[in-house]
């Protein structure tokens, strides 16, 4: 694995101590605390609702005693992992990292799972989306990774 690196989390708070919470909705790595290498993509997790949230950014030494699955992009797997987990399966991986599947590409995902669209084209609807990136972490081990840097007020530009 690589050496540390810097992740951001957008929330509606400064989280200091991150933690997995059972949420509504399924997520695309089923339930963790969820990352990204992107502090833009973080600053729009953390305005999406009124505007106003706050980036929070976390040193991150992975731990090679930790299970890891790593999606180096969109793949067949990768397509399977994440409607397995939005159908509320769960892993045994600590942490997962890869693509995520963003408001656009989510609804070509649950056109697939509804058996609305081919995995053909759920294919060619996703291939010119922008690049994401997710990491999340699924045990309390794998949040021992993580560590709180600082928290910073952003707000949505529009």
């Known amino acids: 694995m690589s050496n540390k690196m810097i992740l951001y989390h957008g929330s509606k708070e400064i ?3 991150p933690e997995i919470r059972i949420q509504k909705y399924n997520k695309d790595f089923y339930f963790g ?3 990204t290498l992107y502090p833009e993509q973080a600053k729009r997790w953390a305005t999406r609702f009124d505007g106003i949230g ?3 950014e976390y040193e991150y030494v992975p731990n090679d005693a930790l299970k890891v699955k790593i999606f180096s992009e969109m793949t067949e797997e990768w397509l399977d992992f994440i409607a397995a987990c939005r159908m509320g399966n769960s892993h045994d991986y600590d942490i997962v990292e890869g693509p ?3 408001d656009t590409i989510f609804n070509y995902v649950q056109n697939f799972i509804d058996g609305k669209i081919t995995r053909e084209a759920f294919w060619s609807l996703a291939k ?3 690049p994401t990136h997710q990491i999340s972490f699924h045990t309390v081990r794998a949040l021992t990774t993580l ?3 600082k928290g910073s007020e952003v707000r ?3």
Do not use: G, T, V
């Open 15 to 17: 989280i200091e101590i």
């Open 33 to 35: 605390f969820y990352c």
């Open 54 to 56: 706050y980036l929070n």
């Open 100 to 102: 995520m599947a963003d």
């Open 128 to 130: 010119f989306k922008k």
């Open 147 to 149: 560590k709180f840097l």
């Open 156 to 158: 949505d530009e529009k």
